[in-house]
Nanobody
C-alpha cells in the first residue's frame, strides 16, 4: 500500500503564498502521475495541477501563472507552490498519485487533505 501525507496548509492573506508538500511512502515502483485536487465547501472536487513521470505539467486555468507543481523523485514528494493567493483558492487540497505497484498493477491513491484558507 501507499500512504500520502500532506503538509503546508494554513491561513494566509490574499496575495500571500503557501507551499504544499505531499510525501509518498510504502511499497511501490514509481509514480506515473502526481497531482493536487481541491474541494471548496459546497463545490465538487476539481483538478488543480498534475505532473507526470517525465515532468509534463498541467494546470486548471484559474491557477495558471500563480501555482507551480514540482516533484522530488528521490524523496517521493510532490509540491504545490501557491503564489498570489485569492479567497477563491480557499479549499481542502488533496494530493493524489497514480502509482505503479508492480509491473501489472497501477493504483490511485489519495492523501487525507490539508486546509488552505485565504482571507480577503
Amino acid at each position: 500500500q501507499v500512504q500520502l501525507v500532506e503538509s503546508g496548509g494554513g491561513l494566509v492573506q490574499a496575495g500571500g503564498s503557501l507551499r504544499l508538500s505531499c510525501a509518498a511512502s510504502g511499497r511501490f515502483l514509481s509514480h506515473n502521475v502526481m497531482g493536487w485536487y481541491r474541494q471548496a465547501p459546497g463545490k465538487q472536487r476539481e483538478l488543480v495541477a498534475t505532473i507526470t513521470r517525465d515532468d509534463k505539467t498541467n494546470y486548471v486555468d484559474s491557477v495558471k501563472g500563480r501555482f507551480t507543481i514540482s516533484k522530488d523523485n528521490a524523496k517521493n514528494t510532490v509540491y504545490l507552490q501557491m503564489n498570489s493567493l485569492k479567497p477563491e483558492d480557499t479549499a481542502v487540497y488533496y494530493c493524489t498519485t497514480k502509482t505503479v505497484i508492480t509491473n501489472w498493477t497501477i493504483n490511485d491513491y489519495w492523501g487525507q487533505g490539508t486546509q488552505v484558507t485565504v482571507s480577503s
